[in-house]
């Protein structure tokens, strides 16, 4: 299969131009299963290898996307607050009325658009160049810590299965597939965007082989 | 070379690009392992190795120039250098001797 144009950019961006070059021309004969396969190794490869070459933008990026992550978070808190008991219920009131569903989901699933696209950007901005592969690092610890969360919740419903009241499952779902699906997109989205090619020093290359196309 | 082991991967792709000779890039590489072994290899993993024993000094490398059948990209060609051949023989005169005598692998004991 040829390579979608999604694969190919993340290539680009986080692969090195023989490993690019060698996917694309094996692609063809492979599939589309093998294909994405390569590009996530090659994707968590060049992130770690950039985390390791950077170590002091790799500390700025968890402290940056944390601060951010956490900003968002209680910003989150002040808006179901008063959505609850605060200066929103008119609205929340008004929303149910004529709408007809809760508005609590929709708002967690703007939050975590808003502010995964957020710290995706501006991990990008304040990593300059290397911002892609750190976002992904940065992906990767916020899933393994969501996993870990998630995890524990699970474990304290299953002690307790009355603690959440049948009518907060859907909340509770929402608030789940925004942590583990909206919010990491977002990242990846906002990380994106203008970048250009890693800046990861690599081994030293000879240039030669002139003509080779003859191969 | 030192005292430092090849890995199991190291040393099939050694031993790949040596049998490749001139045609040695990283699909023909991946190519000839998985044929030897049977296996995928991810490309990635692939040229993390390659630049492992190219700081070494195992392997050397060239770049091609760049062909349209990959997106414009050039293949990058490798090649054994003598400490690396040197490494190749050390590892499986270790392996020959290991294997000596071991019924499991005589077809004695499965």
Known sequence: MTPPTLAERLLTLFGADALTGDLIERAPTQSRWWLWKQVIAVVASGSWVTLRAHKVVAIRTFFVGGGVLWLWKMLLNAVTTQLTVGVLMSVKFWWWHHIGVSIEPLTLVLVASAAGWSTGRMLAIVNGRVGPQTAVGFLATYLICACISLGLFAAAILRDPHHYIYSEWATVAVTVSGAMIVLPVGIVAGSLGRHQKSVVPRPPVHEGKGGVSSH | ?110
Do not use: C, N
Request: aromatic residues 8%; positive net charge.
């Open chain 2, 1 to 110: 070379m030192g005292r430092e082991f090849l890995s199991h991967f190291e040393l099939l792709i050694l031993s790949a690009v040596m049998r490749l000779s001139d045609d040695a890039y990283g699909v023909t590489i991946a190519a000839q392992i998985e044929r030897s072994t049977g296996k995928v290899v991810i490309f990635a993993s692939l040229y993390k190795s390659l630049d492992g024993l190219e700081s070494k000094g195992l392997v050397m490398s060239e770049v091609g120039e760049p062909l349209a059948q990959r997106g414009g990209k050039a293949r990058r060609y490798f090649q054994v250098t003598g400490q690396g051949v040197r490494a190749v023989k050390a590892a499986r005169g270790g392996l020959m001797r290991l294997w000596q005598g071991v019924p499991a692998l005589e077809g004695g004991r499965t």
